[in-house]
């Protein structure tokens, strides 16, 4: 196996899945955004290489490969904006020499796609027949318009090359190994909750995201990889309960029992209004839902988080107000 990106917050939990499978596992990884620290229990087994190269430049390997990961580029808004130049080279050359590869070795090939490619949606929820809506030529299109272009590389190498090709269409994930400046709203709210300071709004907090435990996001990708060949995607991998920016940020108060405040400020460009996949389609053709309840999965994040940060202005144990408030957005999540 072969997982570009592999030192990466999804990426590093792959690798994990794929040797707990028992398979042999090559990680590349440029280390832009991944970090050493993810993979490092992993450099003790002798089924486990790590490469440090990036993907923009062709890769040759000695090894034959059967099954290529393509998961290796910025994900959240303040990384892949640093760069947006590099950013589209890593998406669409990237995808070039990725799929260059997989020709080689005639091996199946997964490309980690994204929501985004549906921009602001004009339908609700999103099904992988919507085209999308994406200002291309705004802060976001590195990201977005990279993603785009990457996928029709991976169908034309389908179709005129025969490349046995899965594409998944990622939706909001969160768990351990985010970063803590990941810049995404789940490790914004929860490293602003355990600190005690405030949490950042845009807008009126009316905006919807759903989101996606990493565990079960992973089992997702490798029943998508293994599924028939008739099986190319897209395919939408994300929970499809939704809720509001703003009620996410009270749950995370409430199970923190944090004192910070929430703060509003205006709405980035191009921030989109709704996201929520329908499932339908991965229930259907990889047998895959959910497993991990969003409230499970933060308690989860929140303790990774909270050991990271240390004992620095430990966030105290929810009064009974903070409880009543969890317990009424445990209520109002599926409704939202």
């Keep these: 196996m072969l997982v570009l990106g592999g030192a990466g917050f999804v990426g590093s939990h792959l690798c994990d899945r794929l040797i707990r499978d028992g398979h042999r596992v090559t990680c590349v990884d440029n280390f832009a955004t991944g970090s050493l620290a ?11 290489a790590l490469v440090q190269s990036d993907i923009v430049k062709p890769m040759t390997f000695s090894e034959k490969f059967d099954q290529i990961y393509n998961l290796a580029c910025p994900a959240s808004p303040p990384a892949y904006q640093a760069d947006p130049i590099q950013t589209i080279k890593t998406s669409v050359i990237g995808a070039i020499n990725v799929l260059d590869l997989a020709r080689e070795h005639e091996a199946v090939v997964f490309q980690a796609s994204t929501s ?12 992988e027949s919507d085209w999308g809506n994406v ?3 705004g802060p976001r299109a590195c990201y977005d318009e990279g993603k785009r272009c990457a996928e029709t590389l991976f ?14 269409r990622i939706f909001n994930t969160y768990g351990p190994r985010m ?3 990941d810049g995404r709203v789940v ?4 490293v602003a909750a355990l600190q005690n300071k405030p949490l950042t709004v845009y807008g009126a907090g009316a905006q919807t995201r759903s989101f996606c435990y990493v565990d079960d996001l992973v089992e997702g990708i490798v029943r998508l990889t293994n599924a028939p060949d008739e099986v190319t995607g897209p395919i939408n991998l994300g929970n499809p309960e939704e809720f509001t920016v703003r009620d996410f940020a009270e749950l995370v108060l409430g199970l923190t029992g944090s004192r910070s405040q929430i703060i509003h400020l205006p709405l980035p460009t191009d ?3 709704q996201r929520r996949p329908d499932i339908s389609r991965a229930a259907e053709q990889l047998g895959w839902r959910p497993t991990i309840a969003v409230e499970d999965g933060v308690r989860r994040t929140i303790a990774y988080f909270d050991g990271l940060l240390g004992k620095v202005e430990p966030a105290h144990q929810p009064d009974s107000a903070t409880a009543r408030r969890t317990a009424t957005l445990r209520g109002m999540s599926s409704a939202i």
Excluded at 38 to 48: D, E, P, V, Y
Excluded at 116 to 126: A, K, M, T
Excluded at 187 to 190: H, P, Q, V, Y
């Design 135 to 137: 200002n291309p030529i």
């Design 38 to 48: 993810n993979i490092q229990h992993l450099m003790q087994t002798n089924r486990f």
């Design 271 to 273: 921030d989109p209004r």
């Design 187 to 190: 490790s914004n709210f929860i």
């Design 179 to 181: 970063a803590v400046h």
């Design 155 to 168: 169908f034309d190498y389908n179709r005129v090359h025969g490349v046995k090709i899965r594409v998944a």
């Design 116 to 127: 985004e490619i549906y921009g602001d949606p004009l339908h609700h929820p999103q099904h």
